[in-house]
């Protein structure tokens, strides 16, 4: 199906990418290719769907063939019917404004008849969860929802190979679950797939190997129990592996369980537990609670479009010192309301204040410097030749001195961990260096409310650790959207659960988590910790604490 030899790739001026990739992938296969950071898996799978090295600038040696075609001689339109790609950025793909054009794109342009088209609009759609927006404007969606889309699009081409760069990544839990369960189904036709992700955890059972690459090279390639029998690696690389596999390596046994049904199955064979016990749960305290608000919002209504509100009669306060974890499915409103904190969105009825002031007459502009906000999506904010340029955009224009800007910006970068890349172009580093370098270029503005849109994005366990590390230690008021239970109940000190517009659930991240059925309403789901630990009759919020339990 797919063969690679010895290929080797740089972009141009830069240092090679990849370097001897050998490898060779089976019809139906289901493929994790994981690994840190900027460690080549976006540029391998442009160099499988022809991108590379019919689009890109650079220069690639060695063979790929699929199908029996080799890539490098084959033009694009050829290679679009084999291969079929869904990149880290919706926004890079998606270019019609109805999500059903979108989907009809491709097939349109095989020249299918309508009712073909048709039928393959209806089934991709579906197979995603979005048939119901079909008739949506694209620019309305939600990040998971433009990726659902994405996806669709693709489908609707019908590839033989289906490579997927990071496709979950701002999908809700119960979203993710759902595409994830289709795309394995789509291997039982024959369907080849290849699928980039940090989120192993949420892919490692469904997948048939786990390839893993570190500086350009393949490293690890196995199935996924004998891979996570090489658990040091992982930890070396800082990715982060299923919680079942933490849970079972600390407890000293040899099984390698992916699920929590797995795990709780071994614990009830081997009658690991055998007494019940009640973790200690309680954290209601909030940093900054006697505080002035920094944020206050009341009975705020906002819509894109006239008869469809997104923010729903939203009430609350978020206290100096406080890092709030904003988290519902897909089109909750989370973005949304992000926005209002900026004062980048102005409610159609409702009040939103920051630092005391209401934001209706206030210019964005005039909070830089107080307010520091990183969308979903880098991309719209990375515009300097160079990440250093970036970091220091907002001191210059705050106009702080020479020495006060090379200070901040080598702050910035270390926090950052991207002080290596200083000299690079933003748009030629990976996702989750983008991010970092978005990132970078708000903290060195020092601002007293930081405002995150999925900050975990492209990220692999290291560095959200390490950036989130960061935002603990600065005790400014941290406010991030995010799907990511893990991150969320270790970092934050409040979760806000939203669904339809609508606060559906506000408190400390181990009182929210707890409250199974409202997380459910949201798309959510509790940790495979909490799950394992309430079926045994008690709540435990990290490996550590069932492995004490237990």
Not at 384 to 407: M, Q, R
Not at 542 to 549: G, P, T
């Amino acid at each position: 199906m797919i063969k690679i030899e010895d290929l080797w790739f740089s972009y141009s001026g830069s240092k090679q990418v990849l370097k001897g990739i050998d490898l060779e992938i089976k019809k139906g296969e289901f493929i994790l290719l994981t690994g840190p950071t900027g460690c080549g898996k976006t540029t391998l799978l442009k160099c499988l769907n022809g991108i590379i090295p019919h689009e890109s600038g650079g220069e690639m040696r060695g063979i790929i063939h699929i199908d029996g075609i080799e890539t490098g001689n084959s033009s694009m339109k050829e290679l679009s019917q084999h291969a079929g790609m869904v990149f880290q950025s919706p926004d890079d793909q998606i270019f019609s404004t109805v999500v059903e054009d979108e989907v009809a794109f491709g097939p349109e342009n095989l020249c299918l008849t309508r009712e073909e088209i048709e039928k393959r609009i209806e089934y991709s759609l579906k197979a995603v969860g979005m048939l119901e927006h079909r008739h949506s404007t694209t620019n309305a969606l939600s990040g998971g929802q433009k990726q659902r889309v994405c996806i669709a699009s693709v489908l609707a081409m019908q590839p033989s190979l289906l490579l997927l760069d990071e496709p979950i990544s701002q999908m809700d839990p119960k979203g993710a679950d759902e595409v994830l369960g289709v795309i394995k189904q789509l291997t039982g036709h024959g369907l080849t797939i290849i699928m980039v992700e940090h989120r192993i955890h949420d892919v490692a059972h469904l997948v048939d190997r786990i390839i893993i690459m570190n500086d350009g090279k393949i490293v690890l390639q196995d199935a996924p129990k004998n891979a996570f029998g090489k658990l040091e690696l992982f930890h070396e690389l800082g990715l982060r592996v299923p919680e079942t596999v933490e849970l079972f390596h600390k407890l000293g046994y040899d099984e390698v369980p992916l699920t929590v049904d797995e795990a709780l199955g071994e614990i009830r064979i081997r009658k690991i537990h055998n007494r019940k016990i009640q973790v200690n749960r309680n954290n209601s305290h909030r940093e900054g609670a006697l505080s002035k608000p920094v944020i206050s919002t009341m009975d705020v209504w906002y819509g894109y479009e006239n008869d469809k509100m997104v923010l729903k009669g939203i009430s609350l306060d978020i206290f100096e010192g406080e890092r709030v974890a904003l988290m519902g499915n897909n089109g909750s409103g989370k973005s949304t309301l992000l926005l209002h904190f900026a004062a980048i969105l102005k409610p159609l009825k409702g009040e939103v204040k920051i630092f005391g002031a209401g934001i209706k007459s206030i210019n964005p502009y005039f909070l830089a410097g107080k307010v520091g906000i990183v969308f979903q999506n880098p991309d719209l904010m990375l515009f300097c030749d160079t990440v250093k340029d970036e970091a220091g955009f907002g001191p210059k224009n705050l106009g702080f001195s020479c020495d006060e800007i090379n200070l901040k910006v080598s702050k910035a970068l270390k926090a950052m961990t991207i002080e290596a890349l200083s000299g690079d172009a933003p748009h030629a580093l990976s996702k989750g260096q983008r991010l970092r370098t978005a990132v970078a270029s708000v903290l060195s503005t020092a601002p007293d409310l930081l405002l995150l849109d999925e900050p975990t994005t492209g990220q692999d366990k290291m560095h959200i650790e390490g950036m989130m590390e960061q935002f603990l230690h600065n005790k400014k008021t941290l406010v991030f959207c995010t799907h990511d239970i893990e991150t969320a109940l270790k970092y934050s000190t409040r979760v806000i659960v939203m669904n339809d517009g609508k606060i559906l659930a506000d408190g400390s991240p181990k009182e929210v988590f707890l409250k199974q059925q409202i997380l459910e309403q949201a798309s959510l789901k509790q940790p495979p910790v909490l799950q394992i630990s309430r079926k045994l009759g008690f709540a435990a919020f990290s490996v550590d604490e069932l492995v004490e339990a237990l």
